[in-house]
């Protein structure tokens, strides 16, 4: 999933994501909710409406936001307060406050509100955070449920949202096993793996997802949040994880770097000046079908705005081509007949 943070995938356009054949965005209800604000978003009629998007729209919880760019936050058993990073004006979110948050954004996917658990913690610390994420989970789909028929449009076949449950513990193998079971007897409609990529080496994120994956229900979305390398979302989308969301592919591009089948590049390297190539020549993304990895760095040096645009694209394609891979094989290897279905 590409990630719209502010009801945009940053530098391009909605018809472009639509052409890379991006079925799902993610958009940050913390962002939404201090602007525009997600009242003005609900009258709108929701931010599929707002931002022109027909396809799927997954909403996080405003947790993790809260927590990475707030210092002065408290957080308590009912939520967390914190200072927003625009105008320094006050704000509490709490399980319920982020589900109304998100039923008013309209997502079709929305997040029970959770503490991303930082990396290092102790175990204390794990457990502690751990033991509010378990009571916020209870608390938002209960909201959740009671509340998800309040859409920001007139739906005659109720309410068609779902709810996902967030697996933390830290790097606590029993934590996060103790965590998903919990959840799985919650009845979430799909479930993900929070906390990781937070500075982790990398085996521990791969352990742990090996840990949690096979006791996620294998018939619901099985999900890991903030991940990763295109190496990364390759191999765990081949261990069964379902969905994935990272900045990497849009944020790196807007700083000069290309994921490309010979690896990464950054186009920002004087060795590319003259270089007439397109940046990956086994990529067909309208980008790499029409520009040079010179004209590339030239925008790049020049500052210009296309600059950004033409680099997520290309990147966003890599991704997405990726996963279209790993689904074409996953089809072929467990194919079935029709008359199997
Ligand atoms: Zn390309």
Redesign the pocket.
């Known amino acids: 999933m590409p990630v719209g943070t502010q009801g945009t995938v940053k530098a391009v356009a909605q018809d472009v994501l639509e052409s890379l054949g991006a079925e799902i965005i993610l958009g940050n209800t913390y962002h939404l909710y201090l602007r525009p604000g997600h009242q003005s978003i609900r009258r709108i009629g929701g931010l599929h409406k707002f931002m022109s998007w027909p396809r799927a729209l997954l909403t996080d919880s405003g947790g993790f936001q809260v927590f990475s760019l707030n210092a002065l936050r408290k957080v308590t058993d009912d939520g967390v307060r914190f200072r927003s990073h625009l105008d320094g004006s006050s704000h509490s979110f709490t399980p319920e406050h982020s589900v109304d948050v998100q039923i008013a954004l309209g997502a079709d996917i929305l997040m029970a509100f959770d503490e991303c658990t930082e990396y290092p913690a102790d175990r204390t610390r794990a457990q502690e955070s751990l033991r509010l994420t378990m009571a916020w989970a209870r608390r938002s789909l209960d909201h959740f449920r009671a509340h998800c028929h309040e859409v920001p449009w007139f739906d005659p076949k109720g309410c068609c949202m779902q709810c996902f449950g967030i697996v933390q513990g830290g790097m606590y193998r029993d934590l996060r096993r103790a965590c998903a079971e919990r959840l799985i007897e919650m009845d979430f409609d799909g479930y993900a793996i929070g906390g990781l990529s937070v500075g982790e080496p990398r085996e521990l994120t791969l352990e742990m997802i090996a840990e949690v994956l096979p006791l996620l229900p294998k018939n619901k979305p099985r999900y890991v949040m903030g991940v990763g390398y295109p190496d990364e979302i390759e191999q765990y989308a081949r261990m069964g994880v379902d969905m994935m969301d990272c900045v990497l592919p849009t944020r790196a591009a807007r700083h000069a770097l290309l994921f490309t089948s010979e690896g990464r590049l950054n186009i920002k390297n004087k060795q590319y000046a003259e270089d007439q190539n397109?940046?990956?020549p086994a990529?067909d993304?309208p980008?790499?079908r029409r520009y040079s990895r010179a004209y590339l760095r030239h925008l790049m040096q020049a500052s210009e705005a296309l600059s950004g645009t033409l680099n997520t694209i290309?990147n966003l394609?890599?991704y997405l081509g990726i996963m279209q891979r790993v689904r074409t094989s996953l089809e072929s290897k467990f194919a079935v007949s029709p008359s199997d279905r």
């Open positions: 397109p940046p990956d990529c993304c980008v790499c290309h394609a890599y």
